[in-house]
C-alpha cells in the first residue's frame, strides 16, 4: 500500500510508501510523517498546512485478493486566528438536488457551489475552502407510492 499526497487545488502529489527506510518526506513546504505499525499507516504533521491538501490510499489488486480491510480516521486542529474568511471566493447554497426515487420514497441533497464576489458569477468549487463549506441538508422526496 502506499498513501499519496496531493495539493487539492494543483497536480502536483508525492507519493509515500511507509514501509520505505526515510520516514518523512517534505511536499508543499511542510514535512510530512508516516510510518507503519503492524499493517496500520500513518500520515502526520506538525503543520500548519499552507494549501488544502487531500491523502489518497493506493492498494494493489493482490492487497485486496488477501482480504485487506481499508478504514480510515481523521483528526485535526485549527488555531481560530487562521480561519478568516476569503472575501472574495465563498460558498452560496443552492436548491435541492434530484430525488434519489421517482416513487415511494427517496432523499435529496441542498446543493452548493463556489461563488466569485469580483465578478459575481460561480466559480470551480477548488477556489473555495473545504474548512468553510456549509454542511448540505438532506429531505426526503417523492413519497408518494
Not at 13 to 25: E, F, L, N, Q, T
Not at 54 to 72: A, D, Q
Not at 75 to 92: C, G, M, N, T
Request: aromatic share 14%; net charge positive.
Amino acid at each position: 500500500m502506499a498513501l499519496i499526497l496531493k495539493n487539492r487545488k494543483k497536480k502536483s502529489y508525492s507519493v509515500v510508501v511507509p514501509d520505505a527506510v526515510v520516514r518523512y518526506r517534505i511536499f508543499e513546504g511542510v514535512r510530512f510523517h508516516y510510518k507503519r505499525v503492524n499493517n496500520r499507516y500513518s500520515v502526520w504533521t506538525q503543520g500548519p498546512l499552507r494549501a488544502e491538501m487531500v491523502v489518497l490510499m493506493m492498494v494493489t489488486k493482490y492487497e485486496l485478493r488477501l482480504g485487506m480491510n481499508i478504514s480510515y480516521s481523521t483528526e485535526y486542529f485549527i488555531h481560530k486566528d487562521q480561519l478568516l474568511p476569503s472575501s472574495r471566493y465563498v460558498w452560496a447554497l443552492g436548491g435541492w438536488g434530484p430525488c434519489s426515487a421517482s416513487c415511494g420514497g427517496g432523499r435529496r441533497q441542498r446543493t452548493a457551489a463556489c461563488f466569485d464576489n469580483n465578478i459575481n458569477k460561480i466559480v470551480k468549487r477548488t477556489f473555495c475552502s473545504l474548512w468553510q463549506r456549509p454542511k448540505l441538508d438532506f429531505e426526503k422526496c417523492n413519497t408518494f407510492r
